[in-house]
């Protein structure tokens, strides 16, 4: 089924950017999306669409659980960014419990939740350092752990492994693949790396800049979502 439709959606921020021109896209569960394009061409702004955290200027951006608003889908969708937003004073273990709490889940459930997704992303071992103590991909796996424990119903990644070295985006890639197959994700997934899109992704999406537009869609016959 359908998770998010955007139809002719336009954005032009108030400086009198066009961000984005007639982005029609629908996102379907299980899918593996990846936006493909150069810098500037809108793929943050269409991601943080599909958040809820900017309207289109014009068009429309609708999740199709049509009885849900706007401010309770927000809590269905995590987001990883390519900086690691860990918070520097909590432990990894602490880092990932803290999302499950302020969700409202009992202490005990939380920290059964917080082992499995640290067993899940390779950091059992890893629960009571802090982030300054782990290398970079690691810090990007805390990360994920974090953006999954909520079990959201859609993970946006904005360019997660564009500042790691190659060897530790490629074990990542395979990571996330993995991930989203075993847990049955929804993935929208910013890219400007060509071959990290189609070894990613059931469908690409190219985009091109100024103002930012969808070229084409690419359906890729490689990973398949599980169900
Ligand atoms: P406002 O509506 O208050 O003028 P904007 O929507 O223009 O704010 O900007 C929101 C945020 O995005 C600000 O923090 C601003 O610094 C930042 N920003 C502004 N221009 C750009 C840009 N070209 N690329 C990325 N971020 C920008
Ligand atoms: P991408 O993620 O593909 O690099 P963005 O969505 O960040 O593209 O930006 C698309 C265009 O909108 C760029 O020209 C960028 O400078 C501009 N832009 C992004 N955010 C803002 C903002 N808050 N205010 C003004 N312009 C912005």
Request: aromatic share 6%.
């Amino acid at each position: 089924g359908r998770l998010i439709r955007l139809a002719r959606a336009n954005k032009r921020y108030s400086n009198g950017t066009l961000a984005l021109r007639d982005m029609t896209l629908d996102v379907n569960r299980g899918e593996f999306i990846s936006l493909l394009g150069p810098s500037g061409c809108g793929k943050s702004t269409a991601l943080r669409m599909m958040a809820g955290l900017l309207e289109p200027s014009s068009g429309s951006v609708e999740w199709t659980a049509g009885a849900k608003g706007a401010s309770e889908h927000t809590r269905d969708v995590s987001f990883v960014l390519q900086e690691p937003t860990l918070m520097p004073w909590a432990s990894i273990f602490d880092n990932v419990y803290l999302p499950l709490r302020i969700a409202g889940v009992s202490r005990a459930k939380a920290a059964d939740e917080v082992r499995s997704a640290l067993a899940l992303v390779g950091l059992s071992r890893f629960a009571d350092v802090y982030p300054r103590e782990l290398s970079g991909g690691m810090k990007m796996r805390a990360s994920i752990a974090r953006a999954m424990v909520t079990k959201p119903r859609l993970l946006l990644m904005d360019e997660p492994f564009a500042a790691l070295d190659e060897m530790t985006r490629a074990k990542l890639n395979d990571d996330v693949l993995q991930l989203w197959s075993d847990l049955g994700l929804t993935v929208v997934f910013v890219t400007h790396n060509v071959w990290e899109a189609v070894y990613l992704s059931t469908r690409v999406v190219v985009m091109a800049a100024r103002p930012g537009r969808v070229l084409e869609e690419i359906a890729i016959d490689g990973p398949q979502p599980r169900q």
